[in-house]
């Protein structure tokens, strides 16, 4: 490692440990000699000064807590020394210039992908069955048992096979080596599938659709309507029981305001009127079988990097997330904005502490006012329950060195890049200018990704520093590590390691060159993501209410 600390900005007066640094090490930094008061683990901060209660803490430039008592220098910055503390924000203060990278290496290049009436290009190719309530989930579930291994859409299940082995064992009196077993699968199977160029059906069940307030049933609609107009999906299954308040006419009516013109198709049964559940079941896959055929035709082709609509995601955040991994997505962000494509940076809990830059890099006062009012009113509605922002740090987050929201948040907002942002979103509105799109989610990652896939991602980049093992039911999620560690611990859900960035052997440039040929290859099908390889497709809608 080249640099055992490192001062992110001119500004900060916290210095990172990009190493476990031991009590009493002598730090040598700006000709200035630090003595480390107590052991100051890799990824977490110490004072390059003297600070006394009340002193603001500044990092990446930003007002991201205050001490809460006297911190000498060299000494660790702790939940206990150091709290919360933010600026606040206003309108645009000041005019935005931006320098777009370099693209030429990319200008001419393009991935190969499913062409929609619409003009949108797919990453993949999948079908939807969805329940508009959960009353219709056990049904959903029927015709999922129905298809999957039918259709060569199943995985052999390895765990059954490893507690076969063990039964095995254990009939046979041999139960002491059960403990020594060894696992020989690490990666889920899949059969032989009848459709080529359908990359899976994708039943997307859910809690929502009755009860609760009609706006959730408002807002669930929205969503699923987002997720049939994805340019992933080819089309949709929907079973409707009739009652209930996510009716088929407001579905109808959030799809007519995506797209003007129907473009796919999609078959919607009602259980109260359609007769007996076997009579209803036997028509929903007999038709969906055809409209399978039919979507099979479709081919991929090849499509300019413009029809590339990034996801910018993080989970499982650490003290490194913010120097390699996020920037290096915010590097691809600013490369796929300058090539005429679409970004979408969502969770706005992880955005507090970094408003007023986000608002002066807004296009006009429209768009830096709507996200003023979305920050403000979530802000509101968090601290109605008696929450807020600052709770938003997991004890994971925490452990590994972002002790307050505002550090979390700094570092978080990197994945947008530094481009001008173009557009302001709420929950389930649909990313359509070319550009970096700000939407508001929850800080929770699959909530967000949910979301963002809602919105018309086509790709999602999900930077991890502790390892999250989640994916996407219809946009392929790309996971990308902060440090080594984390690759090398858990190489079955990462799959770009941007270790190399705190080890002084890449730049973020470098890495975010890396990071989009990669995305290419995903795009185009040649390159499966680790969280598809292991068939993870987790949704979850947003209820609205507060959720962190």
């Known amino acids: 490692m080249a640099h055992k600390t490192l001062k992110i900005h001119p500004k900060d007066n916290v210095i990172v440990a990009l190493d476990d640094l031991p009590a009493g090490e002598k730090v040598l930094f700006d000709g200035k000699e630090i003595t480390l008061v107590h052991a100051v683990p890799a990824k977490h901060k110490f004072a390059e000064s003297d600070l006394q209660p009340g002193d603001k803490i500044l990092m990446y430039g930003n007002l991201v807590g205050k001490a809460v008592e006297n911190i000498p220098a060299g000494e660790v910055l702790t939940t206990s020394n150091v709290k919360h503390e933010a600026s606040s924000f206003t309108k645009r203060t000041e005019g935005f210039q931006w320098t777009a990278p370099d693209i030429s290496k990319w200008k001419d290049k393009s991935f190969m992908g499913f062409h929609r009436a619409d003009g949108q290009v797919g990453t993949a190719n999948y079908w939807l069955v969805i329940p508009l309530v959960f009353c219709e989930n056990r049904n959903v579930n029927t015709i999922k048992q129905a298809f999957m291994d039918e259709l060569g859409f199943g995985h052999q299940d390895v765990y059954k096979s490893y507690v076969q082995q063990m039964v095995t064992l254990y009939q046979s009196g041999k139960t002491g080596e059960i403990e020594t077993l060894p696992f020989q699968e690490t990666e889920l199977s899949q059969q032989s599938k009848l459709f080529d160029n359908i990359d899976g059906i994708r039943f997307l069940t859910h809690e929502g659709g009755c009860g609760g307030i009609r706006q959730d049933s408002e807002m669930l609609c929205g969503l699923l309507a987002g997720y049939i107009n994805n340019p992933n999906v080819a089309g949709a299954t929907l079973l409707s029981l009739g009652c209930q308040n996510a009716q088929i006419s407001i579905l109808e009516e959030k799809l007519s305001k995506l797209n003007d013109t129907p473009n796919k198709p999609v078959i919607i049964l009602e259980q109260q009127q359609e007769g007996t559940e076997q009579e209803m079941l036997a028509k929903a896959i007999r038709k969906t079988f055809l409209a399978l055929i039919e979507a099979d035709k479709l081919k991929r082709e090849p499509a300019p990097l413009s029809k590339l609509v990034i996801g910018l995601e993080c989970g499982g955040s650490d003290g490194f997330s913010g120097i390699s991994a996020n920037p290096t997505v915010g590097q691809v962000s600013d490369f796929i904005v300058s090539l005429g494509g679409k970004s979408i940076l969502s969770e706005f809990p992880e955005l507090c502490g970094v408003e007023q830059e986000l608002i002066n890099r807004c296009v006009d006062d429209k768009t830096a006012d709507k996200f003023s009012e979305l920050m403000r009113a979530y802000a509101h509605a968090a601290e109605a329950v008696g929450s807020g922002f600052d709770m938003n740090p997991s004890p994971g987050n925490i452990k590994d060195g972002l002790i307050t929201d505002a550090i979390k948040s700094a570092g978080a907002a990197k994945k947008g890049g530094t481009s001008p942002v173009v557009d302001v979103l709420d929950y389930t509105e649909y990313a359509s200018k070319p550009g970096l799109n700000l939407l508001c989610t929850p800080g929770n990652d699959v909530e967000s990704t949910t979301a963002m896939a809602g919105s018309g991602a086509n790709i999602i980049l999900f930077t991890t520093g502790l390892g999250t093992p989640t994916g ?77």
Do not use: C, Y
């Open 472 to 548: 996407n039911p219809v946009t392929p999620v790309i996971k990308v590590s902060s440090n080594s560690k984390l690759a090398e611990k858990m190489p079955d859900i990462i799959d770009v390691d941007t270790g190399p960035v705190i080890a002084g052997e890449k730049t973020i440039e470098e890495m975010g060159t890396i990071l989009l040929d990669h995305i290419i290859e995903v795009a185009s099908g040649n390159v499966k993501t680790k969280a598809m390889k292991l068939d993870q497709a987790d949704f979850i809608p947003w209820k609205r209410g507060v959720s962190l």
